[in-house]
């Protein structure tokens, strides 16, 4: 249950309502991820380890300092977020390909993860429902499940674009269809929403990742060529135009279970 620093009745989430701006900012956010990490791996070839720990760091401050600040703030929250899915690229490119395990096993250990995650947040606070991150506890596992999703998004994309032999766009493709059907399932009403919510943010992760891809990867790869830096900078402007314009508001912490 909610330690004591929140009551179990009221008061505001620390993270963003789940608004339709949250979705196409956290889209964003992962393909900056993709762009981004391999940026540093890839471009400026510091290698997936080291490229890890440099994300790792001012990841582990983000969410020390979101776990300590006492209200929702937007720029607080999505740094946080990138700095996340940035994390998650490295260290699954490094997982993959430096640990040789490849994309069907670096999947199926983070889907792993990702569960045991789920499940020991479960056991201990009753809920995962975003809806109720309101204490340090709480935050503390909400920002682990991310840090794994995001990490097993990269897995999740290399496995459908290289190993399904999808290539990067169908690999977009493959997984926003997945997400416009969980859009219906939701809008019907047909599963639990918070079952939902967390197959979507998982899966806005591959499709993140496939897109950044898309854009970056060479021509004779399937992919565009672009900059990689110039990508990366183009994908900061935008999200930071979005969350100056969009509506951000926490999320309220319902009074029913």
């Not at 997936?48 to 001012?58: E, G, I, K, M, R």
């Not at 806005?204 to 496939?210: F, K, S, V, Y």
């Not at 110039?230 to 979005?242: G, H, M, R, T, W």
Request: overall charge neutral.
């Amino acid at each position: 249950m909610p330690s004591s620093n929140a009551t179990p009745s009221s008061g505001l989430a620390k993270v963003p309502a789940v608004t339709l701006g949250f979705w196409i900012i956290k889209i964003l956010a992962t393909t900056l991820g993709e762009t981004g990490g391999d940026t540093l791996s890839m471009t400026y070839d510091m290698g997936y380890l080291a490229s890890t720990a440099v994300f790792v760091v001012p990841l582990a401050l983000l969410v020390w300092a979101q776990i300590q600040a006492r209200a929702f703030n937007p720029w607080l929250y999505w740094a946080t977020i990138v700095a996340s899915t940035t994390a998650g690229t490295t260290l699954a490119d490094f997982a993959t390909r430096s640990l040789g395990i490849g994309y069907s096993g670096g999947s199926a250990l983070l889907l792993v993860l990702v569960l045991l995650s789920l499940f020991v947040w479960h056991r201990t606070m009753g809920t995962i429902s975003v809806d109720r991150i309101v204490t340090a506890r709480a935050e503390t596992f909400y920002w682990a499940t991310i840090t794994f999703s995001q990490t097993l998004g990269t897995a999740l994309g290399g496995w459908a674009a290289d190993d399904g032999g999808l290539g990067y766009l169908g690999g977009a493709l493959l997984f926003g269809a997945a997400l416009s059907l969980l859009a219906i399932l939701y809008a019907a009403n047909l599963a639990n929403h918070v079952a939902l919510f967390w197959a979507a943010f998982i899966l806005t992760r591959p499709l993140g990742a496939t897109v950044g891809d898309f854009l970056d990867k060479p021509l004779n790869q399937g992919g565009l060529d672009f900059s990689r830096p110039l990508a990366s900078a183009a994908l900061v402007a935008a999200i930071l135009i979005l969350i100056a314009l969009l509506p951000q508001h926490a999320g309220m912490h319902p009074e029913r279970p």
